[in-house]
């Protein structure tokens, strides 16, 4: 069974880097042909996809946050990362870690349970 946690500061000053990290337990986030990803929920919004980081190494973000944010792995831990640079109120959001499983059409099939962070001075 493929575990995710997300870890990290749950509040982050404006203007500011907010830093997430994802452990994975269960599995290798090397293991072909997975893909890695972080997803958000503002408050009273949709679902958010931020970008992902694959088996590979590669990594691909949303064009609208493409500019900010950055995905980078720890193989040796096990661990995926998240950086979203310059942060506004507007980021305040649930952030989630999860896996892609493209075999069944690219779906999300494992998920960490989220962390709430709130961007504010």
């Known amino acids: 069974q493929v575990q995710l946690q997300e870890s990290g500061p749950g509040l982050v000053k404006p203007s500011q880097t907010l830093s997430l990290t994802c452990t994975v337990s269960?599995?290798?986030?090397?293991?072909?042909?997975?893909?890695w990803s972080w997803i958000r929920q503002p408050p009273g919004k949709g679902l958010e996809w931020i970008g992902y980081i694959a088996y590979s190494g590669n990594t691909d973000y949303s064009p609208s946050l493409k500019r900010r944010t950055s995905v980078s792995r720890d193989t040796s831990k096990n661990q995926f990362t998240l950086q979203l640079s310059s942060v506004t109120p507007e980021d305040t959001a649930v952030y989630y870690c999860a896996r892609i499983d493209p075999s069944g059409g690219y779906e999300f099939d494992y998920w960490g349970q989220g962390t709430q962070v709130t961007v504010s001075s």
């Open positions: 269960g599995g290798s986030i090397t293991t072909n042909y997975y893909y």
